[in-house]
């Protein structure tokens, strides 16, 4: 079954950068457009960033763009996101996700606190 898993969130510093990891399984990786989401409290989930497979173009949400960078590594089956220059406005629970077969699959998220 398809099994997405995220890591790499935590409590960093306005400013500070962290690297958050989705580890994919159980689905062709290598085919599928990825994507990172992000809910904060009281707020709806937004699509945060996107990569398409092959080819890795990709997509930024306003708020993110020049910041953060997504990328993939089709051999290990992993989505990045590369978060520089954060923000207090950043912080969330962090979601990979995948569409595939008129479904849509998610992690269970990595926090991500930006805060002094």
């Known amino acids: 079954q398809v099994q997405l898993v995220e890591s790499g969130g935590g409590l960093v510093q306005p400013g500070g950068s962290l690297r958050l990891s989705c580890a994919a399984s159980g689905f062709t990786f290598s085919i599928y457009a990825m994507n990172w989401y992000r809910q904060a409290p009281g707020k709806e989930r937004e699509l945060v960033a996107a990569?398409?497979?092959?080819?890795?173009?990709?997509n930024y949400a306003d708020s993110v763009k020049g910041r953060f960078t997504i990328s993939r590594d089709n051999a290990k089956n992993t989505v990045y996101l590369q978060m520089n220059s954060l923000k207090p406005e950043d912080t969330a629970v962090y979601y990979c996700n995948v569409k595939r077969l008129s479904r849509s699959y998610w992690g269970q998220g990595t926090q991500v606190t930006v805060s002094s």
């Open positions: 990569i398409t497979s092959p080819g890795g173009s990709t």
